[in-house]
C-alpha cells in the first residue's frame, strides 16, 4: 500500500511539471486570433504600453503557477488521511456564505451586468468627489460621546465629501454643534433637526426598548429631512466603520425601480420567536432585518406615501402586539413581510450585529470582510462573541484616536471655505514666522476641539439668584484632586479639561467607577483637546466659564479646597453685598500646606491656629508674595466684615463675580500671567474687589508643572512672555483709555 502511495505521488508529481512547462509554452506564444495577447485584457492590449505590461503581467503569471505548484506539492506531502476532509470555513447556509464572499462591486449584480462582464476597469460607483449623506438619531450626554466613535471611524476611511444629518435633542445639538464648530473637518457639513418637533409623530406608539422615543424617529426621516434630498445612509450610534462608506453609498445604484430600503438581515433568532416559552415577535420577514444600517431611498419613499404606510402597518400591529420591543425595527419588519419587494438585501457584512446568540459569525472570513460593526447589545463592549477582543480593540482604536489627525484636506476634492476657516487662515497669514514669539501667537489662534458636558449633566439654577458655580480647569495629572473638590463643594461645578482623546476615555473609566463623582449631576465636565506644545489655559478657563447656568461664578484653580460650607457662606454674601446691582469681585483669601495630608481646618480660628503653628501659610507667600500680599492678612485676622482693597501689581486673588464678568485674555498659554491679567482687567472695568473675613481656601501641594519648568528653563519663554504682557498693556490702554495708564506705570516700577 505504502509503495502504491508513493507511485501515485510520482506520477502527480509528473504531472504538475508537464502543467507547468507547456503554461510557459502557453504564455510564451501567447498569441491568438487577431494578434491579440491574452496576457493583458482587450482594453490594454492595443495600448502603446502593452508589450511592458505584457511582460509584467507574464512574469506575475509565472511566479502564481509556481506558487500554486509549491501549495499542491506541500498537500501532497501531508498525510493522505486528511485528503477527504473539508478545509476550515464557512459552509453554513447559501445566503449567509456568499454575502461573506461577494463585495458591493459584484455580490448581487444584474443578469444584465453579469452579461456585460468585462476585463476592462469598472467606472467608480461613487463619482471621486460625490457627496454623501449619513444621517443619525442622537440624544442625550452618552449617545453624543457615542457619535464621536462613529464619526471618526467614518472620517478615518472616507474618501469623499460628507454631509451629517443628526435628528438631537437640546442636549446633543448643543454638545455636537459646539464639537463640529471647533473640529473644523474640510468637505464636512453637518445639520440638526429638533427631535422634539417630531415626537408628535411617534409618541403615540408604546415601545418597550431602551431607546424610548428617539429609537423610533428612524421612521419620520422623510419628513425630517429636506425634500430635495434624495437618499441617505441611516446609521445607529453605536456603529464601527472598518471600510470606506462610499462603498455602502454605491450599493443605490444596484437597486431595482420598485426597491426603496436596503438592509440586513436580523442575525439573531429574534423574529423566529424561539428564544423562551411564549415568545412572540412582531411579524417579519424570516429572519427579520436589523435597523442598524439603512439605506433609504427617500425620493421613492415619499412617492409611494411612506408616512401613511408605516403608520397604517404600526396601528394594525398594536392591536395585537400592544407595544414595540425593537423600536423601528419593528415596524420595518411588519412593512417590509407586507411589501418585500421594496426592500433591498444587503450583503451581511454591512452590518456584523455583535449581540449575544448571534450568527454574525458567519458573515466573515478574514478581517478584509469587515465592513461596519454593530454593537447591538445592552452589554455593548461586554458581549459574548469569539471573537470579540478584536472587535473591542477595533473600537477601542476609533474611540482613542486623536481627532486632530482628521482635519485633512479630500486630495482634489476642494471644499467652500467656512467663514472660521477664513478667519483663521486669515489671521495665520499675518503672523511672522521669523517672529522669536511666533510659537505663543500661533497659539493663541489655535482652534481646539470640544466637547462640552461630557458626561451627564442635570442642574438648574436655584430661584433666587444667589446660585454659583465653582469653576476651574485641569489637565491629567490633577484629576486625583476632583473627589475631594467635591467633599468641599456640594454645589454646581463647570470644569474644563485638557486632555487628548485617549486621556479623555481614561478620565471618563475613572468618573464612572468613582463613588463620589459618579452620584454628582451638577458637575458639567467639558473637554477641550490637547493640540500644540503649549498648555492653553486661559482658553481652558474660558470654556468652563461660558458653560455654566448660574448668575455667579467663583473662579478658582483646582489645586485648591474651599472651606467647608464656602457654597452656602458665598451665597449669603452674594445678598449681603448687593451684587446683582453692584460691580463687586469678592476675594476668597488663599493658604497653602506643604503637607499631603492635612486635618483640614473647619473654622476660620482653626485656620489661624495652624497658621500661627506653620502648619499652614499664606499662599505662595515664600516665592511670590506679590500675587497675593494686597489681600492684606493681618488685617484679616481680625476682620468681620468685608473690606475693601486695591489693585496692585500682579495681584492675583481668587474671586467670587457675576457670570458675565470679561473672559480670560486667551493669548497668554502656559505659565505666567494668566490670571494676573484677568484681574488686571477687573479693576479696569472698575470692579471693587471686597475681601471677604470669614472665607478661606487652602493649596494642596503637587509636583511642578511641564509649564512652570519651562519659564524656569527657558530666557526665550520669559522674554516672550514679558513681550506679550507689553502687547496685553497696549491693548488695555486703546479698550479703557487713559484710565488704564496706571496699570503701565505699575509695570514700569516693578
Same mark, same amino acid.
Given at each position: 500500500?505504502?509503495?502504491?502511495?508513493?507511485?501515485?505521488?510520482?506520477?502527480?508529481?509528473?504531472?504538475?511539471?508537464?502543467?507547468?512547462?507547456?503554461?510557459?509554452?502557453?504564455?510564451?506564444?501567447?498569441?491568438?486570433?487577431?494578434?491579440? &495577447?491574452?496576457?493583458?485584457?482587450?482594453?490594454?492590449?492595443?495600448?502603446?504600453?502593452?508589450?511592458?505590461?505584457?511582460?509584467?503581467?507574464?512574469?506575475?503569471?509565472?511566479?502564481?503557477?509556481?506558487?500554486?505548484?509549491?501549495?499542491?506539492?506541500?498537500?501532497?506531502?501531508?498525510?493522505? /488521511?486528511?485528503?477527504?476532509?473539508?478545509?476550515?470555513?464557512?459552509?453554513?447556509?447559501?445566503?449567509?456564505?456568499?454575502?461573506?464572499?461577494?463585495?458591493?462591486? @459584484?455580490?448581487?449584480?444584474?443578469?444584465?451586468?453579469?452579461?456585460?462582464?468585462?476585463?476592462?476597469?469598472?467606472?467608480?460607483?461613487?463619482?471621486? !468627489?460625490?457627496?454623501?449623506?449619513?444621517?443619525?438619531?442622537?440624544?442625550?450626554?452618552?449617545?453624543?460621546?457615542?457619535?464621536?466613535?462613529?464619526?471618526?471611524?467614518?472620517?478615518?476611511?472616507?474618501?469623499?465629501?460628507?454631509?451629517?444629518?443628526?435628528?438631537?435633542?437640546?442636549?446633543?445639538?448643543?454638545?455636537?454643534?459646539?464639537?463640529?464648530?471647533?473640529?473644523?473637518?474640510?468637505?464636512?457639513?453637518?445639520?440638526?433637526?429638533?427631535?422634539?418637533?417630531?415626537?408628535?409623530?411617534?409618541?403615540?406608539?408604546?415601545?418597550?426598548?431602551?431607546?424610548?422615543?428617539?429609537?423610533?424617529?428612524?421612521?419620520?426621516?422623510?419628513?425630517?429631512?429636506?425634500?430635495?434630498?434624495?437618499?441617505?445612509?441611516?446609521?445607529?450610534?453605536?456603529?464601527?466603520?472598518?471600510?470606506?462608506?462610499?462603498?455602502?453609498?454605491?450599493?443605490?445604484?444596484?437597486?431595482?425601480?420598485?426597491?426603496?430600503?436596503?438592509?440586513?438581515?436580523?442575525?439573531?433568532?429574534?423574529?423566529?420567536?424561539?428564544?423562551?416559552?411564549?415568545?412572540?415577535?412582531?411579524?417579519?420577514?424570516?429572519?427579520?432585518?436589523?435597523?442598524?444600517?439603512?439605506?433609504?431611498? $427617500?425620493?421613492?419613499?415619499? #412617492?409611494?406615501?411612506?408616512?401613511?404606510?408605516?403608520?397604517?402597518?404600526?396601528?394594525?400591529?398594536?392591536?395585537?402586539?400592544?407595544?414595540?420591543? %425593537?423600536? @423601528?425595527?419593528?415596524?420595518?419588519?411588519?412593512?417590509?413581510?407586507?411589501?418585500?419587494?421594496?426592500?433591498?438585501?444587503?450583503?451581511?457584512?454591512?452590518?456584523?450585529?455583535?449581540?449575544?446568540?448571534?450568527?454574525?459569525?458567519? !458573515?466573515?472570513?478574514?478581517?478584509?470582510?469587515?465592513?461596519?460593526?454593530?454593537?447591538?447589545?445592552?452589554?455593548?463592549?461586554?458581549?459574548?462573541?469569539?471573537?470579540?477582543?478584536?472587535? #473591542?480593540?477595533?473600537?477601542?482604536?476609533?474611540?482613542?484616536?486623536? /481627532?486632530?489627525?482628521?482635519?485633512?484636506? %479630500?486630495?482634489?476634492?476642494?471644499?467652500?471655505?467656512?467663514?472660521?476657516?477664513?478667519? %483663521?487662515?486669515?489671521?495665520?497669514?499675518?503672523?511672522?514666522?521669523?517672529?522669536?514669539?511666533?510659537?505663543?501667537?500661533?497659539?493663541?489662534?489655535?482652534?481646539?476641539?470640544?466637547?462640552?458636558?461630557?458626561?451627564?449633566?442635570?442642574?438648574?439654577? &436655584?430661584?433666587?439668584?444667589?446660585?454659583?458655580? %465653582?469653576?476651574?480647569?485641569?489637565?491629567? @495629572?490633577?484629576?486625583?484632586?476632583?473627589?475631594?473638590?467635591?467633599?468641599?463643594?456640594?454645589?454646581?461645578?463647570?470644569?474644563? $479639561?485638557?486632555?487628548?482623546?485617549?486621556?479623555?476615555?481614561?478620565?471618563?473609566?475613572?468618573?464612572?467607577?468613582?463613588?463620589?463623582?459618579?452620584?454628582?449631576?451638577?458637575?458639567?465636565?467639558?473637554?477641550?483637546?490637547?493640540?500644540?506644545?503649549?498648555?492653553?489655559?486661559?482658553?481652558?478657563?474660558?470654556?468652563?466659564?461660558?458653560?455654566?447656568?448660574?448668575?455667579?461664578?467663583?473662579?478658582?484653580?483646582?489645586?485648591?479646597?474651599?472651606?467647608?460650607?464656602?457654597?452656602?457662606?458665598?451665597?449669603?454674601?452674594?445678598?449681603?453685598?448687593?451684587?446683582?446691582?453692584?460691580?463687586?469681585?469678592?476675594?476668597?483669601?488663599?493658604?497653602?500646606?506643604?503637607?499631603?495630608?492635612?486635618?483640614?481646618?473647619?473654622?476660620?480660628?482653626?485656620?489661624?491656629?495652624?497658621?500661627?503653628?506653620?502648619? $499652614?501659610?499664606?499662599? #505662595?507667600?515664600?516665592?511670590?508674595?506679590?500675587?497675593?500680599?494686597?489681600?492684606?492678612?493681618?488685617?484679616?485676622?481680625?476682620?468681620?466684615?468685608?473690606?475693601?482693597?486695591?489693585?496692585?501689581?500682579?495681584?492675583?486673588?481668587?474671586?467670587?463675580?457675576?457670570?458675565?464678568?470679561?473672559?480670560?485674555?486667551?493669548?497668554?498659554?502656559?505659565?505666567?500671567?494668566?490670571?494676573?491679567?484677568?484681574?488686571?482687567?477687573?479693576?479696569?472695568?472698575?470692579?471693587?474687589?471686597?475681601? $471677604?473675613?470669614?472665607?478661606?481656601?487652602?493649596?494642596?501641594?503637587?509636583?511642578?508643572?511641564? @509649564?512652570?519648568?519651562?519659564?524656569?528653563?527657558?530666557?526665550?519663554?520669559?522674554?516672550?512672555?514679558?513681550?506679550?504682557?507689553?502687547?496685553?498693556?497696549?491693548?488695555?490702554?486703546?479698550?479703557?483709555?487713559?484710565?488704564?495708564?496706571?496699570?503701565?506705570?505699575?509695570?514700569?516700577?516693578?
Amino acid at each position: 500500500m505504502h509503495l502504491l502511495c508513493r507511485g501515485r505521488l510520482k506520477l502527480l508529481v509528473a504531472s504538475l511539471t508537464a502543467v507547468v512547462l507547456l503554461t510557459w509554452f502557453y504564455l510564451l506564444a501567447g498569441n491568438l486570433e487577431n494578434g491579440r &495577447s491574452l496576457l493583458l485584457a482587450p482594453c490594454l492590449a492595443d495600448t502603446p504600453a502593452a508589450q511592458v505590461l505584457e511582460r509584467a503581467v507574464l512574469e506575475s503569471r509565472v511566479r502564481e503557477v509556481e506558487e500554486e505548484n509549491r501549495q499542491i506539492r506541500l498537500q501532497l506531502s501531508q498525510s493522505h /488521511g486528511t485528503a477527504g476532509q473539508p478545509a476550515d470555513g464557512n459552509y453554513g447556509n447559501q445566503q449567509w456564505g456568499a454575502s461573506a464572499d461577494t463585495g458591493p462591486e @459584484d455580490g448581487d449584480n444584474t443578469a444584465e451586468e453579469k452579461n456585460n462582464h468585462t476585463e476592462c476597469p469598472r467606472s467608480p460607483t461613487v463619482q471621486k !468627489c460625490e457627496l454623501i449623506h449619513v444621517a443619525c438619531v442622537c440624544a442625550g450626554h452618552s449617545a453624543s460621546r457615542d457619535v464621536v466613535t462613529l464619526v471618526k471611524s467614518v472620517l478615518f476611511h472616507r474618501r469623499n465629501p460628507l454631509h451629517f444629518h443628526f435628528i438631537t435633542d437640546t442636549v446633543a445639538s448643543r454638545i455636537l454643534g459646539s464639537l463640529f464648530r471647533s473640529w473644523m473637518v474640510p468637505s464636512v457639513q453637518v445639520s440638526f433637526y429638533d427631535a422634539d418637533e417630531l415626537k408628535s409623530e411617534v409618541s403615540w406608539i408604546p415601545n418597550k426598548h431602551y431607546s424610548g422615543i428617539y429609537g423610533l424617529m428612524k421612521l419620520t426621516l422623510t419628513k425630517a429631512l429636506p425634500s430635495d434630498l434624495s437618499k441617505v445612509i441611516v446609521l445607529d450610534t453605536d456603529i464601527t466603520f472598518a471600510t470606506d462608506i462610499a462603498e455602502l453609498w454605491g450599493i443605490f445604484r444596484k437597486f431595482t425601480d420598485k426597491q426603496v430600503i436596503g438592509l440586513v438581515e436580523n442575525q439573531s433568532d429574534w423574529y423566529l420567536g424561539n428564544l423562551w416559552k411564549n415568545h412572540k415577535p412582531w411579524p417579519a420577514l424570516g429572519r427579520g432585518f436589523n435597523t442598524g444600517v439603512i439605506l433609504l431611498y $427617500l425620493e421613492r419613499l415619499r #412617492r409611494i406615501g411612506w408616512e401613511q404606510m408605516w403608520r397604517l402597518t404600526a396601528e394594525r400591529e398594536l392591536m395585537s402586539m400592544l407595544s414595540t420591543s %425593537l423600536a @423601528d425595527q419593528d415596524i420595518f419588519n411588519a412593512f417590509i413581510k407586507q411589501n418585500p419587494v421594496l426592500v433591498h438585501q444587503l450583503p451581511c457584512f454591512w452590518n456584523v450585529q455583535l449581540s449575544d446568540h448571534t450568527r454574525s459569525e458567519q !458573515c466573515y472570513t478574514e478581517v478584509s470582510d469587515l465592513k461596519v460593526i454593530h454593537w447591538n447589545s445592552p452589554k455593548k463592549l461586554r458581549v459574548k462573541n469569539k471573537h470579540v477582543e478584536f472587535f #473591542r480593540n477595533l473600537y477601542l482604536t476609533f474611540l482613542e484616536y486623536d /481627532g486632530n489627525l482628521l482635519r485633512r484636506e %479630500l486630495f482634489g476634492c476642494p471644499s467652500p471655505a467656512s467663514p472660521e476657516s477664513v478667519k %483663521l487662515q486669515e489671521a495665520l497669514e499675518e503672523l511672522d514666522e521669523d517672529d522669536q514669539c511666533y510659537d505663543f501667537r500661533r497659539e493663541r489662534i489655535t482652534v481646539h476641539r470640544v466637547h462640552l458636558y461630557f458626561l451627564q449633566y442635570e442642574y438648574t439654577a &436655584s430661584e433666587d439668584d444667589t446660585d454659583i458655580t %465653582l469653576v476651574a480647569q485641569l489637565s491629567m @495629572d490633577r484629576l486625583q484632586m476632583l473627589e475631594a473638590i467635591c467633599k468641599h463643594w456640594e454645589g454646581p461645578i463647570s470644569l474644563a $479639561l485638557y486632555m487628548s482623546d485617549a486621556e479623555a476615555q481614561q478620565f471618563l473609566r475613572y468618573a464612572q467607577a468613582s463613588e463620589v463623582l459618579k452620584n454628582r449631576k451638577n458637575i458639567g465636565y467639558h473637554i477641550v483637546y490637547r493640540e500644540g506644545q503649549f498648555y492653553p489655559v486661559n482658553l481652558v478657563r474660558n470654556v468652563a466659564l461660558k458653560n455654566t447656568n448660574t448668575p455667579y461664578v467663583f473662579l478658582t484653580d483646582v489645586d485648591f479646597l474651599p472651606m467647608y460650607g464656602l457654597y452656602d457662606y458665598l451665597r449669603k454674601a452674594v445678598v449681603q453685598l448687593d451684587m446683582a446691582n453692584t460691580k463687586k469681585a469678592l476675594v476668597v483669601p488663599a493658604f497653602e500646606t506643604l503637607r499631603y495630608r492635612l486635618s483640614f481646618p473647619k473654622s476660620k480660628a482653626e485656620l489661624l491656629s495652624m497658621l500661627d503653628m506653620g502648619t $499652614l501659610y499664606t499662599f #505662595r507667600y515664600h516665592v511670590w508674595p506679590k500675587g497675593h500680599a494686597p489681600t492684606d492678612y493681618a488685617k484679616w485676622r481680625t476682620a468681620t466684615t468685608p473690606y475693601k482693597v486695591e489693585w496692585e501689581a500682579d495681584f492675583e486673588p481668587y474671586v467670587v463675580v457675576r457670570r458675565d464678568c470679561p473672559e480670560y485674555d486667551q493669548r497668554f498659554v502656559g505659565f505666567g500671567w494668566n490670571k494676573v491679567s484677568h484681574i488686571m482687567e477687573l479693576d479696569a472695568q472698575e470692579y471693587d474687589l471686597m475681601v $471677604l473675613p470669614n472665607a478661606f481656601m487652602i493649596h494642596m501641594p503637587h509636583a511642578p508643572s511641564f @509649564d512652570i519648568s519651562k519659564f524656569r528653563s527657558s530666557s526665550s519663554y520669559r522674554n516672550c512672555l514679558n513681550t506679550l504682557k507689553d502687547e496685553f498693556h497696549q491693548d488695555l490702554s486703546r479698550k479703557y483709555g487713559s484710565a488704564a495708564l496706571k496699570y503701565l506705570t505699575a509695570q514700569r516700577n516693578i
